[in-house]
């Protein structure tokens, strides 16, 4: 079924509907690399990161979502 991802955005809380979550993981800082000139194109990518030998990217849901994002005001949930 379908799972909510709660993200802090803009300083509240906004939920998101997602089809699946694979897995959640904490990514280090100094494994996070600045994007490449040619990858800007990408305006929701903000970094590259490694992580046990796998490429992944960075969304920014702000950049993502643009103006379209309304969150809850607070940024505090529960167990948090």
């Not at 079924?1 to 803009?10: C, P, Q, T």
């Not at 590259?48 to 607070?74: K, M, T, Y």
């Amino acid at each position: 079924g379908a799972r909510v991802v709660i993200a802090s955005v803009r300083g509240g809380l906004l939920g998101l509907w997602v089809d699946l979550v694979e897995q959640v993981v904490r990514v280090p800082e100094a494994s996070l690399e600045v994007v490449p000139g040619g990858l800007l194109l990408a305006k929701p990518v903000s970094r590259l990161g490694r992580l046990e030998g796998q490429l992944f990217a960075l969304l920014e849901l702000e950049r993502l979502l643009g103006n379209d994002v309304v969150a809850l005001p607070g940024g505090r949930g529960h167990g948090g």
